[in-house]
């Protein structure tokens, strides 16, 4: 089955810096990507995703990049602000399986 | 985007004794629901996939005679953990997925003394 790698899994940025998180999948014929910001105590909440026919998505200060060859994929958060301070997950799924497979996490601290 | 609601939002009860955790679309039918769990600081795994008029699906590892999936109608699937002991405290959620994109309902936090 798929295999999602994360890292970091904890990050720290100056409020106003970039934030990037990367994640690795296993399953070449996985081709659905999204990433979740989960509060603490509360549901995870979809922020972007991305499908394996585009390389790149962005969305206000959040952005994704997917490398199909190398089967990674990783978020940007540019302009970070306190309310960025969460816990991330990307996840992958497979054509045809309506199974995701999440990453481990990354707990983003964004430093007033 | 779809809604997904999940009831009780946090139970507490005594080792041995089993709980029940109810799992709503609210504005769309599911054919499928998703059962995860998530211990402290770590990642959602899924537990089971649900399916209405049928078997539930359960994960490498997942006991199905300790966590009893029921999905009897369109909107309502339930997660019942039988004898339930401190190891099974956890945060669960259930999910549904009726456009491609997941949507999670609450999440119930059960814990077990």
């Known amino acids: 089955g798929e295999n999602v790698e994360q890292h970091p899994s904890t990050l720290s940025v100056q409020e106003g810096d970039s934030a990037v998180i990367k994640c690795t999948y296993s399953d070449s014929a996985s081709n659905y990507f999204p990433w979740y910001k989960q509060e603490l105590g509360k549901r995870p909440q979809l922020i972007i995703d991305i499908r394996s026919n585009v390389g790149e998505k962005k969305d206000q200060r959040i952005a994704v990049t997917l490398n199909k060859t190398a089967k990674h994929f990783s978020l940007h958060i540019t302009e970070t602000q306190p309310e960025d301070s969460a816990v991330y997950f990307c996840?992958?799924?497979?054509?045809?399986?309506?199974?995701?497979?999440f990453g481990t996490g990354t707990r983003l601290t964004i430093i007033p | 985007g779809a809604v997904v609601s999940q009831h009780p939002s946090w139970v507490i009860c005594k080792s041995g004794t089993s709980v029940k955790i109810e799992c709503r679309s609210l504005?769309?039918?599911?054919?499928?629901m998703f059962w995860y769990r998530q211990f402290p600081k770590q990642s959602l795994m899924l537990m089971a996939t649900s399916n209405e008029g049928s078997k539930a699906t359960y994960e490498q590892g997942v006991e199905k005679d300790k966590f009893l999936i029921n999905h009897a109608s369109l909107t309502l699937s339930t997660l019942t953990v039988t004898s339930a002991h401190p190891e099974d405290s956890s945060f669960y959620i259930c999910?549904?997925?009726?456009?491609?994109?997941?949507?999670f309902g609450e999440g119930s936090r059960l814990t077990v003394l």
């Open positions: 504005d769309f039918q599911a054919t499928t």
């Open positions: 999910s549904a997925s009726p456009t491609g994109e997941l949507f």
């Open positions: 996840a992958a799924r497979p054509f045809g399986n309506e199974k995701l497979t």
